[in-house]
């Protein structure tokens, strides 16, 4: 599956995100040279369904006291 996920506002929240899925295993491509997305958007890339629970699981836990 291929994800394209906006990480915020802005690029430094993109970079945030980017380094929470990094330290939970799951690694994001950011969209720095895309026209139009201004790095504020990150790909994703799974292959298994494991890796879709993680990112939910990931995505759920974000920003979350």
């Known amino acids: 599956n291929f994800f ?3 990480g915020g506002h802005d690029a430094d929240e993109s970079r945030a995100l980017f380094a929470f899925l990094l ?3 799951l690694l994001a491509r ?13 790909r994703l890339a799974l292959r298994e369904a494991e890796d879709n629970a993680r990112l939910l699981e990931a ?6 006291p």
């Open 4 to 6: 394209l996920l906006r």
């Open 23 to 25: 330290e939970r295993g």
């Open 30 to 42: 950011h969209t720095h040279g895309f026209p139009g997305l201004e790095g504020a958007w990150l």
């Open 59 to 64: 995505l759920t836990a974000w920003r979350r």
